[in-house]
């Protein structure tokens, strides 16, 4: 079994525009409505990977309904703490004459101090076997930042693989816990060691930086750059496939749990992030994020090499 914890899931809404125009009345061909925010998208992924999941984390109003009927339609186990707050929603707009993407974030509301207390017990009740407890996002409006790092102890004295998708306080907190697995872009990985990396040499010297502060695993995404990961001795580069895109929204999710799913069958590193890369790909093929396909991603890692630098 895999946890997957976040505070912040959110129903996503895909909208599909021939051209979009800003200030305009904008028709949409096609509208999608999903599930997303961070954690469950590394659910819906691990899930089509083939892993047992428990998503967990905070619902709220019809919409907090709506995403658990949404799980269970598609087999995913959860374990949510339903809150006053309505769930978020999220809208994705794509835009086919140029093929942006605009994504319009609605932030998550406070709820009650007490509601995480609730949270941390369910997840303990649920670490005793568990394989990999991924824990992704910010940390909703007025929680505490430590939130990662509690849960984080905890899984590691229940022997279980931990990984912290997150920025800010919520990462640094985590990194104090020693977490197996960090995963920052380049951009929170400047704002974490505090400084600009205008290289490769100065991504390297900060992820150096970051094991020391606890994490034994370090990767750092750049979009459609290459991957880099450290195991603590070992520097690896991983390629991302050219794909053509049809919405990149959820691919750092993808990536992640196949990382997981691979580091927990006993890959290393190095190969973990190629299947971590494939589905990352593998999700931008798709209209909703989180919504892959197996195949796509075992077509597509055939193609990608991890080089040990």
Known sequence: MMLCLGTTPAVQ????????VTGEVNRATRTLEGVAGKSVNVAKVLHALGEHVVALGFVGGERGAFL?????????????????????QCITLLDEATGSVTELVEESQPVEAQVYD?????????????RALVMSGTVATGGPLDLYARATTWARAAGTLTVVDASGPALEHALEAGPEVVKPNRLELAATVG??????????AAMRELGERGARHVLV??????????????????????????NPIGSGDAFTAALVSRLARG???????????????ANALTLLA??????????????????RL
């Not at 609730?118 to 568990?130: I, M, P, T």
């Open 13 to 20: 809404r895909v909208m599909v525009f021939p051209h979009l």
């Open 68 to 88: 658990e009927r949404c799980l269970e339609a598609g087999g995913i186990d959860h374990d949510f703490v339903h809150v006053a707050p309505s769930t978020r």
């Open 118 to 130: 609730e949270l941390l017990a369910r997840l303990g009740r649920r670490l005793d076997g568990s």
């Open 195 to 204: 400084r600009q990396l205008p290289d490769e040499a100065a991504v390297q």
């Open 221 to 246: 995404t750049a979009g459609r750059q290459p991957t880099l990961a450290f195991d603590g001795r070992c520097f690896w580069r991983i390629a991302v496939p050219t794909v053509q895109a049809v």
């Open 267 to 281: 890959d290393d590193l190095g190969e973990a992030c190629r299947w971590g890369s494939a589905a990352g790909a």
């Open 290 to 307: 989180g919504e892959i396909e197996r195949a796509d991603v075992e077509r597509l890692v055939a193609g990608i090499q991890a080089e």
